[in-house]
């Protein structure tokens, strides 16, 4: 297995967007991944008004603008700042990287710690910027797949344990302690040369934990996120590798009647207190095959790929069992580990890895777009 290329550019946040092949992209990140109807209703206008219309849906449940332009940045700011839908202070707001169960209840034990969180960010040490936290405090864990370094979950006992990512057990905490336990190890971290490392699971390889945070208790068995075809705590709909078109959503959101709507980390999103409606162009069945597979936006959205990559991905996702990732270059954006299939855009062709990362060794190097199908058939 060979080693990740490093990554260009940075998050984007929506004070500090990144540049792409089809304009700046400016990340929205609700709180507790949670829009009121208003709020996505006036988010979907104001992508239409001041980007291309397109939303992308990321996978820390982040909602992303596509196509702003630099004249229409400081616009779109003043929507969503009038939405409520930004930080006061830009430092904070690229801060609130935190992730939470999105079947959350109101007054449960991941409302209350991710809100005691939220409020406490500017206590946060100097952190990576793709540092990020998990509030994953419902009746079973079901972010363990999702990218987080600090985890709090429901531990086999029944209880809460914080967990640093990494390792299989946590320690005991509780959901009025949890907040302050967080901030201790993320302490810990920046204290201890956690920058060098970049992410908890990488540090902890060689810096063992603090005694106060020494695990004891592996996490409960893990349930699952809201699919497609579920209905609590409203209707989910699937967006194929998260892309939206804002004005198809603002129509299912408005003939829905939801009151809000919940973003998952699995491209998805809830339409809370709402009614199924029909929904083209949105995944609605749970064994969609695009539900298995990953694509980055590819040539030409981005200057690193040489490839277009969803439309093929539609194309072969049915042809594959397990999962599909169609990467447009070796950093393989739009999966962070293996696939059972993973295609990797070089020069025009693709490099075949058969359970393995963008990165890793082909298992068939240079096949045209045209010819895959049929050497996905012959495997």
Known sequence: MTRRPAARGWCPGAYRPMASGDGLIVRVRPLLARLTADQALGLCAAACAHGSGLIDLTSRANLQLRGVSADSHQALISDLWALGLLDADPALEGRRNILVDPCWQAGGDTQRIATALVARLADLPPLPAKFGFAIDAGQAPVLGRASADIRVERGASGGLILRADGSDLGCATTAQDAAGAILALARWFAATGGAESGRMARHLAAHPLPE????????????????????????????????????????????????????????????????????????????????????CPGAPFCASATVETRALARRLAPLVRGSLHVSGCAKGCARAGAADVTLTGRDGAFDLVREGAAWDAATVPGVAPAHLPAVLGAL
Do not use: H, K, N, Q
Request: aromatic share 4%; proline share 14%; charged share 20%.
């Open 212 to 295: 106060a945070c020494r695990p004891a208790e592996p996490p409960a068995a893990p349930g699952t996120l809201p699919r497609p075809g579920d209905g609590l705590p409203g209707p989910v709909y699937g967006a194929a590798f998260g892309r939206i078109d804002a004005g198809a959503l603002a129509r299912l959101l408005s003939g829905s009647g939801a009151g809000a709507l919940r973003v998952t980390p699995a491209r998805s999103f809830v339409l809370e207190g709402g009614t199924p409606v029909s929904a083209t162009g949105f995944i609605t069945e749970p064994d969609d095959p695009l539900l298995r597979a990953d694509a």
